[in-house]
């Protein structure tokens, strides 16, 4: 605050109180909607979800709380949310809860395409079946390899191949979704030069001009 003098001096105050800084997450304190089909569970080290596609749980700190202003939404909140830890969990557990809701009544789908030429994949029986925890099938694909790259589909994956280019992968949990996908992706990365490569989802890559001797 700046004061002035009856000479026209201005006078610069300061003031000694302490300002209130309060720290939140604009993650974590938004309220989850919960569907009439999913049921939730809440203890003091989880939470379990149950809905249409299945059952889950996600691990609660000990410092986060659950509420349930009303039948159908859950509020999480924390102990202590000026710790940066608590509220980093903060946020982290109100996704994982959502998504959890999600995945037991809707699930997760991403498309993964194959981009170059002579690039495509068949969905066939495993021969091995189902050992080392496979789910029956494999995914065929040629990638410009000098072989065809085969990848077990594990059975909490459900994969389709609507074209030889494009292949459709759905579960119910999100983090074992993308784990496969990157997984599928790393056989061929998409190359910035011309544009080859296994693209997850809605990926772009921005091309470069080719050096010229």
């Not at 993964?112 to 969905?123: N, W």
């Not at 065809?148 to 059975?155: G, L, Q, S």
């Not at 496969?180 to 990365?189: D, G, L, Q, V």
Request: glycine share 10%; charged share 20%; hydrophobic share 35%.
């Amino acid at each position: 605050m700046t004061l002035r003098t009856s000479l026209g001096l201005a006078i610069r105050q300061f003031s000694s109180t302490a300002r209130a800084c309060g720290h939140t997450s604009n993650i974590g304190k938004t309220p989850i909607p919960i569907p009439p089909n999913v049921t939730l569970t809440p203890s003091p080290a989880s939470v379990a979800v149950q809905g249409p596609l299945g059952s889950t749980s996600v691990r609660l700190e000990p410092y986060m709380r659950l509420a349930f202003p009303q039948p159908n939404v859950l509020t999480i909140s924390v102990d202590n949310a000026e710790e940066k830890k608590q509220r980093a969990m903060w946020g982290l557990t109100r996704t994982l809860i959502s998504n959890a809701v999600v995945g037991m009544t809707e699930g997760f789908t991403v498309p993964i395409y194959l981009v170059g030429v002579g690039y495509k994949a068949v969905l066939e029986e495993d021969p091995r079946g189902t050992i080392d925890g496979g789910g029956g099938q494999r995914l065929s694909m040629k990638l410009g390899h000098s072989h065809n790259v085969y990848v077990p589909i594990p059975p909490y994956i459900k994969a389709e191949v609507p074209s030889p280019t494009k292949i459709v992968l759905s579960c119910t949990d999100k983090h074992l979704l993308g784990l496969f996908a990157a997984k599928i992706r790393k056989w061929r990365p998409p190359e910035p030069y011309k544009g080859k490569g296994v693209f997850v989802g809605n990926e772009t890559i921005r091309l470069k001009a080719v050096k010229k001797k």
